[in-house]
């Protein structure tokens, strides 16, 4: 069963301060994507790594992937209140698995 | 491009009985899948179907079931509602491919009584 643990579960924060989200694993995963939802509405996703190491940057936003593709982080520089949301990883296992294995996510509020 | 639209957006049942909730897919995309999401989790993969068959299933009885149809819309049945099973059920689309990428639509708020 592959597991994706994500931390700090809760994380609230002031305008303009930094953040970094958390997902884990003792799998390998072939890609590995973030999603963030808004209540009442499903995930959009946000972004998706595939190869150890990788690195992106989307606005104020970057992903990082591990080297062995068992975890990623997300960093948010000079969060603002529309960042607030759930953000969620998600992988799909390797080996050819057709299955989308999500965290728990984390719950961020900014605050103005 | 038109998105990934369910029916209902909410829906109350009685404990014991059944439900179907409908999925259309965004435009291109064959592959759908479906999600329960508890409050305070993230979604918990149901099955998914490619081309009209079940292609993938996690761990949820068998009451819980599906259809793909030839316009790659899709159904969820559950039978004998369950207490637990009062959720968000999400519906995601995604190109064969990509199945790591997939599209969201708002879900249906299912509440058991």
């Known amino acids: 069963t592959q597991l994706l643990e994500q931390s700090p579960q809760f994380l609230s924060i002031q305008e303009g301060e930094n953040l970094t989200v958390y997902c884990n694993s003792s799998s390998v995963f072939s890609s590995l994507q973030w999603y963030r939802q808004e209540p009442g509405e499903g995930p959009v996703l946000l972004v998706t790594v595939v190869t150890g190491g990788e690195v992106k940057k989307l606005k104020r936003l970057t992903f990082q992937f591990g080297d062995a593709r068992k975890d990623s982080s997300l960093h948010i520089t000079a969060a603002q209140p529309g960042d607030t949301g759930l953000y969620l990883c998600?992988?799909?296992?390797?080996?050819?698995?057709?299955?989308?294995?999500f965290g728990k996510g984390t719950k961020l509020t900014v605050n103005p | 491009e038109t998105g990934v639209t369910q029916s209902p957006t909410h829906l109350i049942k009685t404990r014991g009985q059944q439900v179907t909730l409908r999925c259309s897919s965004q435009?291109?995309?064959?592959?759908v899948s479906w999600y329960q999401q508890a409050l305070g989790q993230g979604p918990q993969f149901i099955f998914q179907y490619y081309r009209e068959e079940e292609n993938g299933r996690g761990n949820f009885p068998p009451r819980f079931s599906g259809l793909q149809f030839p316009n790659y819309s899709s159904e969820l049945n559950v039978n004998a509602l369950e207490l637990d099973d009062s959720a968000l059920y999400l519906c995601a689309s995604s190109a064969r491919d990509r199945v790591g990428e997939q599209y969201f639509g708002p879900g249906t708020r299912l509440t058991v009584t």
């Open positions: 998600a992988g799909v296992a390797q080996g050819g698995s057709e299955k989308l294995v």
């Open positions: 435009s291109g995309h064959n592959t």
